[in-house]
């Protein structure tokens, strides 16, 4: 009978296949990301602590006539025809108030960022947000969708409160609601502008009640989106816990 192979060929082995599973994403850090088509200079970076994301920043106090702020959003979709998005929240920590930039292919096959205020739990549809949106654009390349943004801030504050999220699909122009594993009940944190980022805040814990159930919005402006309705204390907590987890799917 044959001899079976070394225990050191084995292991060899072993971690070639890992390195096989380890995706272009996965792999990277935020410097060692070049980006050779976008002029700005990002001062600082950050390797987000869910979702396999990383967050390029560059905040310029002396603009005029507000304080700008520069970013490049990197994160693999959940599926190759899915979406990733990134968002400001100038006003708490979860779905209510985020300012977000979500990128998906649109029907021609070109990425397109597009903007939600997402101002209450309800029919989402794309509109301005709070900050003026100087420049957007996005590419998808390597497993992976970059966003570009340049945006005007109010003066005074150099922590924001940040949330970045990925999803699988797209209908009709709307982003499908992402996953609710811990990783994306986790994707937020804040963003100190300076370039100091505090520690991120363990994940939550899903709170226990029935899944809400998700009806399509009815009325000439539903555009696609969806309505949440249920029943119980823990639903509350659970749907704050992400941006819209059920309703943009951020």
Not at 24 to 33: F, L, Y
Not at 160 to 183: C, I, M, R, T, Y
Request: charged letters at 10%; one cysteine or more.
């Amino acid at each position: 009978m044959a001899s079976s192979p070394p225990l050191a060929s084995s292991f060899l082995l072993l971690a070639a296949a890992v390195v096989l599973l380890i995706s272009p994403a996965s792999s990277q850090t935020c410097k060692s990301q070049k980006f050779s088509h976008n002029k700005t200079k990002f001062t600082n970076c950050t390797d987000l602590p869910t979702l396999k994301a990383q967050l390029h920043w560059a905040y310029d106090p002396s603009a005029k006539p507000n304080p700008t702020l520069s970013v490049a959003y990197i994160a693999p979709p959940a599926r190759p025809d899915g979406w990733v998005a990134w968002a400001l929240n100038p006003t708490g920590s979860g779905m209510v108030g985020s300012q977000a930039l979500v990128a998906f292919n649109d029907v021609n096959g070109s990425v397109v960022v597009r903007t939600y205020n997402i101002t209450e739990y309800g029919p989402i549809v794309e509109s301005r947000i709070a900050y003026d949106v100087l420049s957007k654009s996005a590419d998808h390349s390597g497993g992976v969708t970059t966003i570009f943004a340049t945006l005007a801030l109010p003066p005074g504050k150099t922590l924001l409160n940040q949330v970045w999220q990925v999803g699988a699909a797209v209908k009709d122009g709307v982003p499908v609601k992402h996953d609710f594993s811990p990783e994306n009940l986790g994707s937020k944190g804040t963003l100190q502008l300076n370039g100091n980022v505090p520690a991120p805040a363990p994940f939550p814990v899903p709170a226990q009640s029935p899944a809400p159930a998700l009806v399509p919005a009815t009325g000439k402006d539903a555009g696609g989106s969806w309505r949440i309705y249920g029943s119980g204390v823990g639903l509350c907590g659970a749907v704050s816990a992400v941006l819209l987890g059920v309703v943009l799917g951020f």
